[in-house]
């Protein structure tokens, strides 16, 4: 039996934050691997700015130096909204024997009682919430709790910096950062 977490978002683009989150969480609950999950179509969000078959391709460069870190395109695959509750039924019908552990921020686990098919998704996955300041944390849902350095960056203000014509390096590994000026991604230059 393997101890598998699920990392999933839009992940447009992914950055240093992500990893920091993973790694933490991985480390904290001894967790096996941890899986990376792009979003076809999110549930709570607009749609990605960049095309699923790019956001992967930026996830795989992220991931590709960490040994416990994998991408996963299941639900690019899919197709349909992305909701939480149909990928967890899918990977365990896949994974039977595993056990899975969903990671979120701390801004999430306020929402966890609106989430799609909530109690359905309980009986599945654990929770593993990262603790942020800012965000309230008395969750109803029972949610591990694990501490991570306060890191702010997202991945709206990196795309807001390259929109602009901003570096964004030191915030995004260096192959994601890469990527995105070889493939001009948010009006980013080679």
Not at 15 to 20: A, E, M, S, T, V
């Amino acid at each position: 039996m393997k101890r598998i977490g699920i990392l999933g978002g839009t992940f447009d683009p992914p950055h240093h934050g992500h990893l920091i989150m993973a790694e933490y969480a991985r480390n904290d609950l001894g967790l096996d691997e941890v899986w990376f999950i792009p979003s076809h179509v999110p549930p709570h969000k607009q749609g990605a700015k960049v095309a699923g078959e790019d956001r992967l391709r930026m996830v795989q460069k992220a991931v590709e130096s960490n040994p416990y870190f994998q991408a996963s395109d299941v639900e690019l695959t899919r197709k349909g909204t992305s909701y939480t509750v149909d990928t967890m039924k899918y990977l365990k019908d896949q994974f039977p024997e595993n056990d899975f552990y969903f990671i979120i921020g701390g801004d999430m686990v306020e929402h966890l009682p609106q989430w799609h098919k909530i109690d359905e998704l309980r009986k599945i996955i654990k929770f593993v919430g990262v603790k942020r300041s800012g965000y309230r944390w008395s969750p109803e849902i029972p949610v591990h709790a694990v501490e991570i350095p306060l890191i702010e960056i997202s991945s709206s203000k990196i795309r807001e910096r390259l929109y602009s014509g901003n570096s964004v390096r030191y915030l995004v590994p260096d192959s994601v950062y890469h990527f995105i000026k070889e493939h001009k991604l948010y009006g980013a230059e080679s």
